[in-house]
């Protein structure tokens, strides 16, 4: 054991000062930098989510654990399916999501998703996931306030992975090797320094920064250029559904691109849920039925509240945060389901 010390050492000293020595000549900044090179270097302690070392193989399989549930180990080891129920790339996109990484806007990135061909979804992309410092935030910790485990992953993203693995995909926990490689995965997602729409003048402020005696201003500018944790507060249903959220107009062609980037991502030819959504009229038509209701098939009741699964099934819909998908969103929605409902 006391053999290894050493080694871990001058393993994490490599990586600290990989790309600079405390030397200001040999501080070198480019768009290709990790951020948290950078922040390490000014000061910032680093995350609990640190690791020593990633290997091009872990990260192969971090990738595939999480798009395809399963991925074969070295050694031959093979890992068996996380989930029969969903894949992680279910509810997370694994790309940038947010045009703007300072905020969460729910239709910026509607329209982001839209341009960039992505899908809509419930929870937040893996893209920078190693950059935050909270999970599950806001609601999330409120609702579940109970939840000794949902309280632990709030600053542990290793929690947090398992418990989602567990919770949310309805699936079996990581074993350590996995939950190594799906972390070496999320560090290669992690942001580099020309993804956070630094101006010139900010970038060259950093790179002459070397000498750190301005080690916190640095540390705050880098950080004010994106979020450091996804918000999350939970919305609820309108007081009538008939009338729907008041003063509230629904867009059906903004309530396509909801459709067609989140719900049909999905349910399409009933790839994640036993309920069909097509571009059928009749499908339209049913939908519009229930919505002056508050049963299984009202669009408001399972964006707000999600859906249970159905008999036989653990699969089941996840609620949508107000920052997911507004009431606005929702107004388009239900605005674009009625106008295909009578055939427009
Ligand atoms: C059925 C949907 C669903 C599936 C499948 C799913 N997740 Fe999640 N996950 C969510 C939702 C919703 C959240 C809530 C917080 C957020 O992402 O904003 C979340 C949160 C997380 C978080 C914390 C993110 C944060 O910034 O708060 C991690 C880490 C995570 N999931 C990992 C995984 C992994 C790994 C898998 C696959 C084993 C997985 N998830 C599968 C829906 C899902
Ligand atoms: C992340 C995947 C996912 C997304 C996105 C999603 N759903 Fe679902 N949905 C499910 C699952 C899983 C169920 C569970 C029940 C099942 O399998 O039938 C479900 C259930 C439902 C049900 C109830 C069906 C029943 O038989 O009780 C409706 C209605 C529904 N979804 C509509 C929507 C609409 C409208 C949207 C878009 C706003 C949407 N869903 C987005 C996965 C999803």
């Not at 399989?61 to 549930?69: R, S, V």
């Not at 320094?193 to 002459?208: P, Q, T, V, Y």
């Not at 980037?261 to 994640?272: N, P, T």
């Not at 945060?321 to 929605?333: G, M, V």
Request: charged residues 30%; hydrophobic residues 30%.
């Amino acid at each position: 054991m006391n053999r290894s010390i050493p080694f871990v050492i001058i393993v994490s000293a490599i990586i600290i000062l990989g790309s600079f020595t405390s030397s200001d000549e040999n501080f070198t900044i480019g768009k290709d930098t990790p951020v948290w090179q950078v922040l390490e270097y000014m000061d910032e302690p680093s995350p609990n989510h640190s690791m020593e070392d990633t290997s091009e193989e872990q990260i192969r399989q971090g990738y595939e654990l999480i798009t395809y549930g399963k991925t074969k180990g070295s050694n031959g080891r093979k890992a068996r399916q996380q989930s029969k129920h969903f894949k992680c790339i279910s509810c997370h996109n694994t790309v940038k999501e947010e045009p703007d990484l300072k905020v969460s806007d729910p239709q910026a990135r509607l329209v982001y998703a839209e341009e960039n061909n992505l899908p809509f979804l419930q929870g937040t992309t893996f893209f920078g996931i190693v950059n935050r410092t909270s999970f599950y935030n806001g609601d999330y910790q409120k609702k579940y306030d109970g939840n000794p485990r949902i309280k632990k992953s709030y600053k542990d993203l290793r929690e947090a992975i398992q418990l989602c693995a567990v919770e949310c995909a309805q699936g079996r926990p990581f074993k350590k090797w996995e939950l190594d490689a799906v972390l070496a995965y999320y560090w290669s997602l992690q942001f580099k320094m020309g993804d956070l729409g630094f101006s010139d003048e900010e970038f060259r402020k950093i790179r002459n920064a070397g000498d750190k005696s301005d080690s916190e201003g640095i540390r705050s500018l880098i950080k004010s250029k994106y979020l450091q944790a996804a918000p999350a507060t939970f919305g609820i249903t309108p007081k009538d559904a008939k009338d729907g959220f008041p003063g509230i107009t629904g867009n059906p062609d903004n309530g396509k691109r909801v459709y067609d980037l989140s719900c049909m991502y999905c349910h399409e030819a009933k790839k994640y849920s036993m309920y069909e959504l097509d571009d059928d009229k009749m499908t339209f038509q049913h939908l519009r039925r229930h919505i002056p209701k508050y049963d299984r098939y009202s669009i408001y009741q399972v964006s707000r509240y999600g859906a249970p699964s159905s008999a036989g099934k653990r699969a089941y819909m996840p609620q949508y945060p107000l920052e997911k998908l507004s009431d606005q969103q929702l107004e388009d929605l239900r605005a674009y389901v009625d106008k295909r409902a009578k055939g427009k």
